[in-house]
Structures are given as structure tokens and as C-alpha cells.
């Protein structure tokens, strides 16, 4: 049985953030990279599938929806 969906526990650091303490665009895809290298590991599409297969997965498009900001108190979870 497959362990539970990997959580990524991150804190922004403060070069990460503008004047109003909000995370800029860059460093979201930053941690939605981190997080989708833990996700295929876990799914067994990371590098022992690159490895055995010579393939890979590749994000050809991504789009940012801000439900709220990612503000320095934060912990991405």
C-alpha cells in the first residue's frame, strides 16, 4: 500500500518577498516545482522512471490562481 500524498513544509525566505511582504510570481513556481519533484517521486514517475523507461514528465503549461497571498507569516503546507 502506497504511503499518503507527500506535503511540501517550506517557509518563504524574506529575499522571496516584495515590500508588502507578499511572494512574488517566480517563487510560487518555485515551490509548485519543489513540490511536483517530491509528487513524482512518490507517484514513481521520478528518477528511477527516468532511469528504467528514458522518460519523463514535462509541464508545457501552467496557470497561477491567487485564492490568497502567501504573506511572510506564512508556512506553505
Do not use: K
Not at 512518490?42 to 490568497?68: K, N, Q, V
Request: charge should be positive; aromatic fraction near 12%; hydrophobic fraction near 45%.
Amino acid at each position: 500500500m502506497r504511503s499518503a500524498p507527500p506535503v511540501l513544509h517550506d517557509v518563504a525566505p524574506a529575499q522571496w518577498r516584495d515590500m508588502n511582504s507578499h511572494m512574488n510570481i517566480a517563487y510560487y513556481t518555485i515551490l509548485i516545482t519543489r513540490f511536483l519533484d517530491m509528487l513524482t517521486e512518490w507517484g514513481d514517475f521520478g528518477a528511477a522512471y527516468r532511469e528504467a523507461s528514458g522518460a519523463s514528465l514535462f509541464i508545457a503549461e501552467m496557470r497561477t490562481l491567487y485564492r490568497r497571498s502567501f504573506a511572510r507569516a506564512n508556512t506553505c503546507m
